[in-house]
Each structure stands twice: as C-alpha cells, then as structure tokens.
C-alpha cells in the first residue's frame, strides 16, 4: 500500500515538474525542406527535424534570452488559445502550426494553424521560428560538403555568414566543431580554412563577451 501511494506520488511530481515547451511545425509540399518540425523547451533544448519520423534530428541549446523571448510571445499569444489567420487573401505559404505543451499537465494544450498572420507576437514568434530553421539548414549544408564536397566548403562557409550577417545567426556554437575540423584539416582549401578560422575565432569571442558579464 504505501508502495503504491509513493509511486503515486513520484508520477503526480513528475508531471508537476515538467516544464512545457514550444512546438513548430510547417508543410509546404515542393519547398526545401518540404517539411520541418522544431521543438523548444524552456531550457533552451531545441530539436529541428525535417520529417514526422526523422531518424536524424539536430539538438541545439538556444541562449537563454533567445529562448525567454520566444516563450515570452507564446505568452502574448496566451499558448495558441485563439485563431491567427489573417482574412486577407494572400498566396499560400505553407501550412504552419504553432504548439503549446503543457508538460505541467501532461497534455498537449493548445495549437493553432495558418498560413499567414497579422498579429505581430504571432510573426515575431514565426520569425524566431524561422530563423533556427535558417541556421539548421546552414549547419546541414556546411556538414554535409564537409563530409563529401570539399570544394564546396567555400560557399557552405559563406551562406552561413551571410546568415550571420544579417543578424538571423541562432546558436551559433554549434558551428564550432565543424569549422575546427577545416581549419586543422589541410585538404580543404586554403581560402576556406582561412575563413573557417576568422569565423570560429569570431564566435568564440562573442560567447567570452557574452559570457564574461555573467561571471561577475
């Protein structure tokens, strides 16, 4: 009996303590990738995975604050609770939902589809949204000519920091291992070590920079 009771207790702990997180998938047949999906959990966890059952997804960890600001709108938005659909007419941009666990309840809480939408916190959250799926294809592009195209590292390299670039750059450390590995490998080219190295010593003093406050 009192087994049975603290197990019972264990559960209703677990499910208490489980944190909700963030779910957002978009199809849109004939676009690359036709599909994705990307959780986020409020620690930062985030998984991307281009397909329902994909048996290779990437695990990034999304800076805090990134991650404050997402969940911040999800908020906004009160978890996806009400419609988002704009009654404009405009051309089909792919179906997208936005997902609310509720890990506290162990259910799956609220979701909403669009295709497009006026409300501000609700594009703002879609652009976060987007931009991981930006910085993950990049990763996968830069891992795969690392791995079979070596002479196409150069412009693996240079996608990746336009995205930089253009602020839209998400967990950026992510991106160290890959270009360490040019860098200290001499069959890639010159001029794409080079860049690899000025990159990666960039990340690595933005990280010190960010970090070196929290320190204090």
């Known amino acids: 009996m009192m087994r049975s009771v603290l197990f019972m207790l264990l559960g209703a702990a677990a499910l208490w303590a489980a944190e909700p997180r963030l779910v957002f998938t978009k199809s849109f047949p004939g676009s690359v990738p036709a599909y994705l999906e990307i959780s986020v959990e409020k620690d930062g966890t985030t998984v991307y995975q281009e397909a329902p059952d994909d048996n290779n997804p990437i695990t990034v960890h999304l800076a805090q604050s990134d991650c404050d600001a997402m969940f911040a709108l999800a908020d906004k938005l009160e978890h996806f609770a009400h419609p988002l659909e704009a009654n404009v007419k405009v051309a089909f941009m792919g179906k997208k939902t936005f997902r609310w666990d509720d890990g506290s309840q162990g259910t799956q809480g609220h979701s909403v589809e669009f295709n497009y939408s006026t409300d501000v916190n609700a594009q703002a959250l879609l652009d976060w949204f987007e931009r991981i799926a930006e910085s993950e294809r ?8 690392v791995k079979y195209d070596k002479l ?18 998400i967990a950026p450390e992510q ?5 360490d590995r040019i860098v200290k490998n001499e069959s890639y080219m010159h001029m794409a070590r080079e860049r690899a190295a000025v990159f990666a010593n960039d990340i690595r003093a933005t990280s010190q920079a960010v970090a070196a406050p929290l320190q204090q």
């Open 138 to 145: 990049g990763y996968i592009e830069l891992e795969r000519t």
């Open 152 to 169: 196409g590292v150069q412009n693996a390299l240079l996608l990746v920091e336009t995205t930089r670039d253009q602020k839209r750059l």
């Open 175 to 179: 991106f160290l291992p890959l270009l």
